[in-house]
């Protein structure tokens, strides 16, 4: 089993920029793609972004496309996701997983089975 602490939230204005790093506690980190989620109040868990074990192929929900860049140090067991011109809509606790289940795209939040505890994220206007 893999533990993920998610940092880096905050509150920002609109426009503003925040880096989200995500440590795992094993080295198996290494070995599993890893994806973004978030989810507003009232809302269901959304698709962000995710990176494959070894960086080579990245994938970004349409509504954060061009704004936000997902990235890993494996050797660090850390994924990231820089966020840049944030918008009001953008606010939602932002967690971290890691793909298990290799049957299930991995958009879809069902693919994963390790979950970080969330960080929020809140975008003023």
């Known amino acids: 089993q893999v533990q993920l602490v998610e940092s880096g939230g905050g509150l920002v204005q609109t426009g503003g920029s925040l880096r989200l790093s995500c440590e795992a506690s094993k080295r198996t980190f290494s070995t599993y793609t890893m994806g973004w989620f978030r989810q507003a109040p009232g809302k269901e868990r959304e698709f962000v972004a995710y990176i494959s074990w070894n960086s080579v192929s990245t994938n970004y929900a349409g509504s954060v496309k061009g704004r936000v860049t997902i990235s890993r140090d494996n050797a660090k067991n850390t994924l990231y996701l820089q966020m840049n011109s944030l918008k009001p809509e953008d606010t939602a606790t932002y967690y971290c997983?890691?793909?298990?289940?290799?049957?299930?795209?991995?958009?879809?939040?069902?693919?994963?089975?390790?979950w970080g505890q969330g960080t929020q994220v809140t975008v003023s206007s």
């Open positions: 997983a890691a793909h298990v289940r290799q049957t299930v795209s991995a958009d879809n939040w069902k693919g994963y089975d390790y």
